[in-house]
């Protein structure tokens, strides 16, 4: 029987400062819950799950994190409309920047679909490193964990003053994704490189910009003013990694 202190407890996870103060995230669903608890690196603090979904996973049954709940329970600290089976609380890993492979820098990524659609594409392109400015939202919130789909286990998302992160990398090459740019299909790249995709209205801020000399763009053919961030992402990085 869930207490009224620990539905209270999960419900506080829905803010930022909690989630910071507690190293905590919530996920939602079997796939995403599933997917996160088969990830070695990955570490389950509870999992609420209705009867029928242990029976259908006896290996975790007994685990100090099982917990059992109702369908009442769980839609008391569900954060959807329709709660799904299962809600799990994981402990944030503890990331740092590694330069190596293919990067995403994202600047000012305010929208939170946009943002865990954008994690879930690096997933599936192999990008295993997001680097994010720090008035981009926030990548442990319960709309961009869900909209991962579990990508937010594989990608790391790290946030950092981009401006001092470019200053600091000289020779690495940054492609700023632009309205005005060399055509993504004539464009000359070094792998790996980073991808440099600006804020949903307004683009890259000008002070970053200025530190950037690789542009690109998506040619236009119709009459649509701009592409969303998560959309021009999966395109470019469609061309650019192979």
């Not at 620990?6 to 829905?14: D, G, N, R, T, V």
């Not at 609380?89 to 994202?106: N, R």
Request: charged content about 20%.
């Amino acid at each position: 029987m869930m207490t009224k202190n620990q539905a209270k407890y999960i419900q506080s996870l829905s803010h930022k400062k909690f989630r910071d103060e507690e190293g905590l995230f919530i996920a939602e669903g079997p796939k995403t819950v599933e997917e996160l608890i088969a990830l070695p690196h990955m570490k389950p603090r509870l999992v609420y799950g209705l009867e029928g979904w242990w029976l259908l996973h006896t290996e975790w049954q007994g685990k100090p994190w099982a917990q059992t709940c109702d369908s009442a329970e769980l839609e008391r600290i569900s954060f959807l409309k329709t709660p799904n089976q299962v809600l799990g609380v994981f402990e944030k890993p503890d990331l740092e920047i590694v330069p190596g492979g293919w990067q995403i820098l994202l600047d000012g990524i305010q929208d939170p679909g946009n943002l865990g659609t954008i994690i879930r594409i690096a997933d599936w392109f192999g990008i295993q490193q997001i680097i994010c400015s720090e008035d981009c939202a926030d990548a442990f919130n319960p709309k961009v964990v869900q909209s991962t789909m579990a990508s937010i286990g594989r990608v790391e998302i790290v946030y950092t003053d981009l401006i001092a992160y470019v200053k600091s990398h000289p020779h690495r090459d940054f492609i700023a994704a632009t309205l005005e740019g060399t055509p993504i299909r004539e464009a000359k790249v070094h792998p790996p490189a980073a991808l440099v995709i600006g804020n949903e209205s307004r683009g890259i801020r000008p002070d970053l910009r200025v530190l950037l000399h690789h542009f690109v763009t998506i040619p236009r053919i119709g009459s649509a003013e701009s592409l969303n961030a998560a959309v021009a992402t999966g395109i470019i990085l469609s061309e650019l990694v192979g």
